[in-house]
């Protein structure tokens, strides 16, 4: 079984084929999907999506990238839906700090992140990280409170030398399409030469699409085209990284 760490389903792009998009999943053996949330308003809509499947898995957050549109309230409201979802939630994410976006408001960003990471401690809970030329300020602030249950770096793509922090911390780093791409070198080396254990596969979708379907949106199904580009790079079978894979996203996050 292979698990997808971090998809968007309940995004617009898959209203109309969610069902389809599902069974295709579970046909290329994708049997778990984690579905981060990005704001507020689409929390409750979330939730019930994944409440009426076994495979479906929700996370609830405040996307950095979205910063404009939170308001203060909506960290209320957070605290709140993990309080009265503690057997479904299984992160508080999608959440981090970005730097790569136009007008960053990085002051806003911090006193976000660093809310949201103490909610993750008091419910006990892991986080699913989002961090784009952030890395060094992300750890600096992951060093401080040390989460007990630890996370997931989303759509990794910092140096070893980041990676090696991260774990050191709890956190596991997740991999995805841009693997796929043959200029990706610094990021192949990684998903060669880190432990397997320290890996989890994700898709990001409808984003992040692997590199044959760069024109399309990418879909949960695809995980298994990581898992065997992973396979590949450690010279591996693919079971072994299913099996790895999926037992590390399954005890982190209490699947």
């Not at 792009?13 to 389809?20: G, H, I, K, L, P």
């Not at 999943?25 to 994708?30: D, F, I, K, L, T």
């Not at 957050?61 to 309080?83: T, V, Y």
């Not at 995805?176 to 080396?189: F, N, Q």
Request: proline residues 4%; aromatic residues 6%; contains cysteine.
């Amino acid at each position: 079984m292979l698990i997808d760490t971090h998809c968007h389903l309940n995004f617009p792009v898959f209203s109309e084929r969610r069902a389809e998009v599902i069974t295709e999943a579970a046909r290329q053996g994708v049997g778990k999907i984690v579905v981060p949330g990005v704001s507020a308003k689409g929390w409750a809509e979330l939730l019930k999506m994944t409440e009426s499947s076994d495979d479906l898995f929700p996370a609830l957050g405040l996307h950095p990238c979205f910063i404009s549109e939170h308001k203060d309230s909506d960290l209320r409201q957070l605290e709140e839906m993990l309080a009265g979802h503690r057997d479904s939630v299984v992160a508080v994410g999608e959440i981090g700090l970005d730097l790569f976006i136009s007008d960053p408001q990085f002051e806003q960003q911090l006193a976000l992140f660093e809310a949201q990471l103490a909610l993750a401690e008091r419910f006990e809970l892991p986080v699913l990280l989002h961090v784009r030329k952030a890395h060094d300020q992300v750890l600096a602030r992951l060093r401080r409170l040390k989460l007990q249950r630890g996370g997931i770096v989303h759509a990794f793509s910092g140096s070893r030398q980041q990676a090696e922090h991260y774990l050191k911390l709890g956190f596991k780093l997740g991999f995805g399409g841009a693997i796929s791409y043959s200029r990706a070198t610094k990021l192949r080396r990684l998903a060669a030469e880190l432990p397997l254990e320290a890996l989890v596969l994700e898709t990001d979708a409808p984003d992040m699409p692997l590199a044959d379907y760069r024109d399309r949106p990418n879909e949960p199904a695809r995980v298994r085209q990581v898992a065997e580009l992973i396979a590949s790079l450690r010279g591996i079978e693919l079971r072994q990284v299913a099996a790895v894979t999926s037992a590390t996203a399954s005890c982190l996050l209490g699947l």
